[in-house]
């Protein structure tokens, strides 16, 4: 499990991709898993971690199609 001390997409996007599955927690959003290289969406989730995965996932995809 990875803590994430501040909000930094790009850097945790990065991280998501190259360890694929685990969780990570990120200080004023809360705690997340990621599975197959995507931020798993919460069952019960609020509008901050939905933000928070639309906004990771949007940006691993933009990572992924780059380096494509």
Do not use: C, Q
């Not at 190259?18 to 931020?39: A, C, D, M, P, S």
Request: hydrophobic share 45%.
């Amino acid at each position: 499990m990875r803590i994430f001390k501040k909000y930094f997409p790009a850097l945790i996007a990065k991280y998501v991709r190259t360890f694929f599955r685990g969780r990570l927690y990120i200080h004023g959003r809360g705690g997340f898993e990621f599975e197959n290289g995507k931020v798993i969406m919460p069952p019960k989730a609020d509008v901050l971690h939905r933000e928070t995965v639309i906004e990771l996932n949007s940006k691993i995809a933009e990572i992924t199609k780059k380096a494509a």
